[in-house]
């Protein structure tokens, strides 16, 4: 797995912790059949990212193999706006920038000098970001584990019902107000630890941050219109 799909899988599924899960109210509808109980994990975590309008923090990021040494380290900043809006900055020498204006992501690699170009919901249909960005629970795409409370977190572990998913499982460490960590085993057994710090949580953000601007020189891959 190459360094830019790397960052993009982790920073679609962090920035969903942002993307809405709360309802809106409409129309009369007849009534459901009852809903299994939720964990009090999973019930802490819909009421973060139902609050949840924005979000700003620094990251740090480190992949390990499967016998969990570190392969890279890198680290920097994020944004999110819902909905579908954000943008990560890893800083050099792995230098990447992410941006979704909410309906397209841009990837700019400014060592290779090139821009990759997708739609959003093309991106996001087969990765947890997907399940944790829809209008459901996540028991309807995910096995969810409460994992208790350990180190000051509160640990749910998510493993996607369908077989062909990007990842094994997700692991989030929950804290006072937002999530803190996350984990993905993906299927060639790396795993992704994702720590988030110093974050803000709905502050006023520059629009300017979800707009990409095409650098001077850079290859386009994909739809750039």
Known sequence: MNIATTVLRTALVVVSCGIAL????GPAA?????????SAGEAKLERMLAATRTVKARFEQVLLD?????VKESHGEFALERPNRFRWDYAPPAAQTIVSDGKK???YDPELAQVTVKPLDGTLARSPAALLGGAGKLAENFRVADLGVDGG???LE???KVDDAEFERVRL????????????????????RILLKSGELNGKLDPKLFRFTLPA?????GDEK
Not at 22 to 25: D, G, L, N, P, R
Not at 66 to 70: D, G, K, M, R
Not at 217 to 221: L, R
């Open 217 to 221: 020189g850079a290859d386009v891959a």
């Open 66 to 70: 499967a016998e969990l040494n570190t």
């Open 173 to 192: 460490g929950l804290g006072d107000h937002f999530v803190e960590v996350m984990e993905l085993k993906d299927a060639f057994g790396q795993t992704t």
């Open 153 to 155: 977190l509160h640990w």
């Open 105 to 107: 992501l841009w990837v």
């Open 30 to 38: 007849a009534p459901a059949a009852p809903a299994a109980p939720v």
């Open 158 to 160: 998510l493993t996607p």
């Open 22 to 25: 709360s309802s809106v109210a």
